[in-house]
């Protein structure tokens, strides 16, 4: 299983033209797609407490809720507690966090396939959860429905996110970064998607 993933690593760098574009190939949204329309009937899981989502029943919020008529920028990465992710990619947003919102960004999202209560206790440890909205996908289907999954059962975390970041206007993609592999941190993070804005 090891084997397939580093040969698919592989395959993948040598297919790339640019850093992001071999997955740009294979994912069904781009700049210019509605991110709404690409995942129709998908819900996130607002990060929350076991109590919280008790008393809320349970409930999800739909991806219009979270984009139509907003200015957004999104991340997705491949796990809550895991290095990367914890050392780099939701730092580079939580320092920047003014600067987006000097853009007129009206939200920072991070996303990932985890439960919301998993992504609440990981934001609480990052002190995140005052500059960024965290959301669990957790059976995937949002970023099954993009084309961003990613199977890393190597590293015992099943199907998961590849890592990414886009910049969302009313509901449509202006700009989309997706890392070659998910250990890289190279296009997704916070400072390019600054530039991109």
């Not at 739909?62 to 990619?89: E, N, R, Y």
């Amino acid at each position: 299983m090891a084997y397939a993933v580093l040969k698919r690593s592989s395959m993948m760098k040598s297919m790339a033209t640019g850093i992001g574009e071999s997955w740009r190939r294979f994912a069904s949204v781009a700049v210019g797609s509605d991110l709404v329309a690409a995942a129709p009937n998908v819900s996130l899981q607002k990060a929350r407490s076991w109590d919280e989502g008790v008393s809320s029943q349970f409930s999800t919020t739909p991806l219009s809720d979270i984009f139509k008529g907003k200015k957004v920028v999104i991340f997705g990465l491949p796990g809550a507690f895991t290095g990367v992710c914890t050392a780099q990619h939701v730092p580079s947003y939580k320092k920047n966090i003014d600067k987006f919102k000097a853009k007129g960004i009206d939200s920072v999202i991070c996303v990932s396939v985890n439960d919301p209560y998993t992504m609440n206790g990981w934001a609480e440890k990052l002190e995140a959860k005052e500059a960024i909205e965290f959301y669990g996908d957790f059976d995937g289907k949002f970023h099954k429905s993009l084309d961003l999954e990613l199977d890393l059962s190597a590293a015992l975390l099943g199907h998961r996110s590849t890592r990414w970041s886009a910049f969302v206007e009313d509901g449509k993609i202006k700009a989309l970064n997706v890392e070659n592999v998910p250990s890289e941190f190279k296009v997704s993070g916070g400072e390019v998607i600054l530039d991109q804005i």
